[in-house]
């Protein structure tokens, strides 16, 4: 796989620093350090195994199991589009689109600025709002091609 | 001693010990990919499911994988009721639509009379049945360089960042549990290479056999704080070596038959 450098690891060991040192902690470091770098970066992953005193396999098997860790740079604002069934009913397919139409990125993929990451995820369990986008940190609910351009456009 | 009745046969097991040890010990095959001495039990295959009642249930029961149920006192196991049977089939199914071209899995899968899968063929074969053998046998070395990577439908075996594992030793253990063949190995003129990572072989100071990689010594050596030097000598030249020490004190010379009888 290819490796993404990161020389900075001061936030590592600052987010190393609020947790003991043993192997309970990993999860938590490793939340830390997504929200940090928006991505785990691999010397992070490094740094971590060695001072949790866990195996770097450990920890990468725990990096690549949970969907919240990505191992490549998201964009500042990570745009969910629910894909669940009463999403997928309700046009999520259609939002996709939009997304990929102003933004130029398909699923998964990040923009060149940084600024926005696309992501399917499956059901957000707010399916009376359906259909639901998550832009950043923002539930918008029976959401619609208009609704979603002013979030793009305000790039938060 | 819990009391148990398996396929009709009476049978007494230790407390603490699994079923799966129990059926085995009555004489009873119960069929396992993840299962291995070595390790702790793992639940991962399947295959071991049985049916398991007691009378009080009024014909309810419950199937369980034989591997990880302790025995209890005065539990009915059936081993080969037609719903462990099918469930078996259903595994075979699934593993032989995984694995195609795996000859251990075409075996067992024929054996329960499944020769074709019924669902959709995986368009990429593998060997790779993810039983986590090599994975536990690696961490139950000490070692832990190899892990589970992703999940679902993707998840595989590999080392952090798919790259050469910097933790291994290539001691191998991975690729001679493996049931399947799935973990390769290269060994040549005192070379080893597995995992994408080239390893330096130790020659034996008496035989000259190339019998352990540098790593393996250094770690064993590190962690026990046994002495390097007795690593670096082979197991058969140790054996030969303290055969002829109890020669020695037994009063007798060190005969050639003895040396061969020890080899």
């Known amino acids: 796989m290819e490796r993404v450098p990161c020389t900075d690891l001061a936030p590592v060991d600052a987010i190393l620093a609020r947790y003991p040192r043993e192997e309970p902690s990993l999860i938590q470091v490793l939340q830390d350090v997504q929200r940090a770098y928006n991505y785990l970066p691999c010397e992070a992953l490094e740094r971590v195994a060695g001072e949790l005193g866990v195996p770097l396999a450990k920890v990468f098997s725990v990096a690549t199991f949970y969907k919240a860790f990505s191992l490549n740079p998201q964009g500042r604002t990570i745009i969910k589009v629910c894909t669940g069934t009463a999403c997928h009913i309700r046009g999520a397919s259609q939002l996709i689109e939009e997304v990929q139409r102003r933004l130029d990125i398909g699923p998964g993929e990040t923009t060149g600025d940084m600024a926005f990451s696309l992501q399917t995820v499956n059901c957000v369990g707010a399916c009376a709002m359906a259909p639901v986008v998550i832009v950043g940190e923002k539930y918008v609910g029976a959401a619609k091609a208009t609704t979603l351009a002013t979030y793009l456009d305000r790039g938060e | 001693m819990p009391t148990l009745t398996i396929d009709g046969k009476t049978v007494h097991a230790p407390h603490g010990t699994f ?12 069929p396992t990919l993840c299962e291995h001495p070595a390790v702790e039990p793992y639940g991962g295959c399947r295959l071991c499911v049985v049916d398991v009642t ?15 149920f302790p025995v209890e006192d005065g539990i009915i196991v059936d081993t080969r009721s037609e719903r462990v049977l099918e469930t078996r089939r259903v595994v075979l199914d699934l593993l032989l639509a995984r694995c195609p071209e795996t000859p251990l899995i075409q075996a067992l899968a024929g054996s329960y009379g499944v020769t074709k899968t019924s669902f959709v063929l995986n368009p990429e074969p593998t060997d790779c049945i993810l039983c986590g053998l090599c994975t536990r046998i690696c961490d139950r070395m000490g070692i832990s360089a190899i892990s589970s990577v992703d999940r679902g439908a993707g998840r595989e075996i590999a080392p952090p960042f798919k ?3 910097p933790d291994c030793v290539g001691c191998l253990a991975c690729a001679e549990i493996c049931p399947t063949n799935h973990i390769r190995y290269e060994a040549s003129d005192g070379r080893r290479r597995i995992w994408g990572k080239d390893f330096e072989m130790l020659r034996c100071p008496r035989c000259g056999r190339a019998h352990i990689t540098v790593a393996q010594a250094d770690f064993f050596a590190g962690k026990n704080g046994v002495p390097r030097s007795y690593f670096e000598t082979c197991d058969a030249c140790k054996r030969k070596e303290l055969a002829a020490t109890a020669t020695k004190l037994a009063g007798g010379a060190s005969t050639p038959a003895v040396e061969q009888g020890t080899r």
């Open chain 2, 19 to 30: 079923l799966l040890a129990a059926c085995r010990a009555a004489g009873i095959e119960i």
């Open chain 2, 54 to 68: 007691r009378p009080e249930w009024n014909g309810w029961n419950k199937m369980v994988v034989a591997c990880l």
């Open chain 2, 163 to 165: 790259e050469p594992p």
